[in-house]
């Protein structure tokens, strides 16, 4: 409801309240008072599964905010330029935008959520450098590349006041942003052909080696590698990020 005229919904199938009054037919637009309808009513399926959106992202789009990030920055001009394989990147991002999900949430999250996205954008190319450096090849990067791009879509099914809040969290805020690692994984988990890696490295992104993480407090021999990497580039990217506000 939030997006604007830049990203209009259109429904995918004829939509109907909880007491069966007509939302809006297939194929159309719907407007501010059809989205409220839907948004107020108890429909079986998840809301991305039964709108699509205008103006979505696209592969060549992701690939030029990518490149944006790191060109806004001197010391990520200097990593890219030795270490970025742009063909690489273009494939990863050509393969993200296959999926129609991915491309909806990400959509939402580069409007809704530009820092979060930024971030998503860091950790994703940066993951496909540290693999290409390790002499890892083929599918495996690509998905891990989903994986950076996607860890944090679950963010955007939480009160959408808390990831942009100035102050100190509530306990219960903080618990609902919890929440956000097992509702990206399940629905990454939903995405037809994703290999399970990428929905369990979402869900693990949180845990720490010790035991302290979140959701489930798991320990290092039970974290997904691929969870392990992008905690880890989650932490660089804080740190980067605090580097910033300093000079």
């Known amino acids: 409801m939030a997006l604007g005229d830049e990203n209009p919904v259109y429904a995918n199938m004829a939509l109907k309240s909880s007491s069966g009054e007509p939302i809006c037919d297939s194929g159309l637009r719907m407007d501010d008072v059809a989205l409220m309808a ?99 090849a083929g599918p495996e990067i690509g998905s891990l590349f989903i994986a950076g791009m996607c860890h944090d879509i679950g963010m955007l099914h939480i009160n959408p006041e808390i990831p942009t809040a100035k102050r100190k969290l509530t306990a219960q805020e903080w618990l609902e942003v919890k929440t956000h690692t097992q509702v990206g994984s399940n629905i990454l988990s939903l995405v037809k052909g994703l290999p399970r890696d990428v929905s369990a490295a979402v869900a693990d992104h949180h845990e720490l080696p010790d035991g302290t993480g979140y959701p489930k407090g798991k320990i290092a021999r039970d974290i997904s590698s691929w969870g392990q990497l992008i905690q880890l580039l989650d932490s660089v990217y804080a740190v980067y990020r605090l580097s910033l506000i300093h000079i």
């Open 38 to 136: 839907l948004d107020a009513s108890e429909i079986q399926l998840p809301v991305f599964a039964v709108v699509s959106l205008g103006n979505e992202l696209t592969a060549e789009q992701l690939y030029l905010d990518i490149m944006s990030t790191i060109n806004d920055d001197d010391s990520l001009k200097i990593i890219a330029k030795a270490h970025l394989d742009a063909n690489v990147v273009k494939a990863c991002c050509k393969l993200l935008c296959r999926y129609a999900i991915l491309r909806q949430h990400l959509s939402v999250m580069r409007v809704r959520l530009p820092a979060t996205y930024r971030q998503s954008i860091f950790c994703a190319w940066l993951s496909t450098v540290i693999y290409q450096k390790m002499n890892k």
